[in-house]
């Protein structure tokens, strides 16, 4: 992936991805917020695409553009390696750019709401179909899940193989042991297709 | 520098790319760039964005944190990155997908690194 060779090994620093998903209000945002070194970043993509939402076109008139914020955050793993974590929009309307917010993950994590369990079906299938590992993250709030560990893996019909757990996003080392469970099962299922991914 | 705040910029930014919205090297949301000599100062005529992603870059950045602090977007800034790559102004620094059995090891990196930091 090194497209130029004018670096000295100082430079050398390297990067890697998580994404966070799941549905409007799970509490991504605040997991990003828990682990990341500094505040959650938003920053702003014009997406291209062909999305049959309402947005303002007029600008663009042979293309549908929209505008979306999303959230990321950091973690310096060394001095020469950093981890960013990458916030998915909420709104399934913005679904269509997930490929490029996702592309070069190592893994995903899906934050769930057990009150609203309907919400997190979109980014597990997404996952599913990409074949990209992911972890479901039941984020428990005031201390209460509504549901156990098992009936919501019923529920969202997720795999045995992935790892469903209940965490507390707003607690730094409960969020923090969320992404050491989904980067070690992403290695542990790092025999796949390198190619899958594009 | 302030005229950048103005929320008028929606066609604007894709004018100086030259239309363009795909930039031709693997700059993800993730990837880390920087100044390919960090010490040289910045070469004459760069566009004021360009110039601005320049200093920026003195230290590594990823191209969202560019993005960001920049308010620059993201597409947009995809592609001035990859133009200041071609002219080797911009060095694009590897990213870890896990992809690649190679990467193994940066990732045993990473995950002892996140165990140490919330054990």
């Given at each position: 992936m090194v497209s130029n060779d004018s670096s000295s090994d100082a430079n050398m620093k390297v990067s890697t991805k998580i994404v966070i998903a799941g549905g409007f209000g799970a509490g991504k945002t605040t997991l990003v917020g828990s682990v990341s070194e500094i505040p959650p970043v938003t920053t702003e993509a014009i997406m291209t695409a062909a999305s049959n939402d309402v947005d303002d076109t007029s600008a663009t008139p042979n293309k549908t553009t929209t505008t979306v914020a999303m959230d990321f955050g950091r973690i310096t793993i060394d001095q020469q390696l950093i981890m960013y974590m990458f916030g998915t929009p909420g709104q399934s309307r913005f679904w269509f750019m997930w490929d490029d917010l996702v592309r070069g993950a190592v893994g995903a994590v899906v934050v769930v709401d057990c009150n609203r369990l309907a919400e997190s079906f979109d980014a597990v299938d997404y996952f599913e179909n990409k074949q990209i590992p992911y972890v479901v993250a039941l984020n428990r709030f005031d201390g209460q899940l509504a549901y156990t560990v098992d009936q919501v893996r019923e529920a969202l019909e997720i795999p045995e193989s992935v790892p469903v757990i209940d965490f507390d996003a707003r607690d730094r080392r409960s969020s923090g042991r969320v992404l050491v469970t989904m980067l070690e099962y992403a290695m542990a299922s790092g025999k796949r297709d390198a190619e899958l991914v594009g | 520098m302030s005229y950048r705040r103005r929320r008028s910029t929606r066609i604007r930014p894709y004018t100086f790319t030259g239309g363009r919205t795909r930039s031709r090297h693997p700059l993800m949301v993730q990837t880390l760039v920087s100044v390919a000599d960090p010490m040289a100062s910045p070469p004459r005529n760069m566009m004021p964005e360009s110039r601005d992603i320049y200093e920026l870059c003195r230290e590594a950045r990823s191209v969202a944190e560019?993005?960001?602090?920049?308010?620059?977007?993201?597409?947009?800034?995809?592609?001035?990155?990859?133009?200041?790559?071609?002219?080797?102004?911009?060095?694009?620094?590897?990213?870890?997908?896990?992809?690649?059995?190679?990467?193994n090891q940066v990732l045993e990196r990473a995950l002892r690194g996140l165990e140490r930091l919330f054990q």
């Amino acid at each position: 992936m090194v497209s130029n060779d004018s670096s000295s090994d100082a430079n050398m620093k390297v990067s890697t991805k998580i994404v966070i998903a799941g549905g409007f209000g799970a509490g991504k945002t605040t997991l990003v917020g828990s682990v990341s070194e500094i505040p959650p970043v938003t920053t702003e993509a014009i997406m291209t695409a062909a999305s049959n939402d309402v947005d303002d076109t007029s600008a663009t008139p042979n293309k549908t553009t929209t505008t979306v914020a999303m959230d990321f955050g950091r973690i310096t793993i060394d001095q020469q390696l950093i981890m960013y974590m990458f916030g998915t929009p909420g709104q399934s309307r913005f679904w269509f750019m997930w490929d490029d917010l996702v592309r070069g993950a190592v893994g995903a994590v899906v934050v769930v709401d057990c009150n609203r369990l309907a919400e997190s079906f979109d980014a597990v299938d997404y996952f599913e179909n990409k074949q990209i590992p992911y972890v479901v993250a039941l984020n428990r709030f005031d201390g209460q899940l509504a549901y156990t560990v098992d009936q919501v893996r019923e529920a969202l019909e997720i795999p045995e193989s992935v790892p469903v757990i209940d965490f507390d996003a707003r607690d730094r080392r409960s969020s923090g042991r969320v992404l050491v469970t989904m980067l070690e099962y992403a290695m542990a299922s790092g025999k796949r297709d390198a190619e899958l991914v594009g | 520098m302030s005229y950048r705040r103005r929320r008028s910029t929606r066609i604007r930014p894709y004018t100086f790319t030259g239309g363009r919205t795909r930039s031709r090297h693997p700059l993800m949301v993730q990837t880390l760039v920087s100044v390919a000599d960090p010490m040289a100062s910045p070469p004459r005529n760069m566009m004021p964005e360009s110039r601005d992603i320049y200093e920026l870059c003195r230290e590594a950045r990823s191209v969202a944190e560019v993005s960001a602090e920049l308010k620059i977007p993201l597409g947009v800034t995809q592609v001035l990155l990859s133009d200041l790559a071609d002219q080797g102004i911009v060095f694009i620094h590897p990213t870890i997908t896990g992809h690649s059995p190679s990467e193994n090891q940066v990732l045993e990196r990473a995950l002892r690194g996140l165990e140490r930091l919330f054990q």
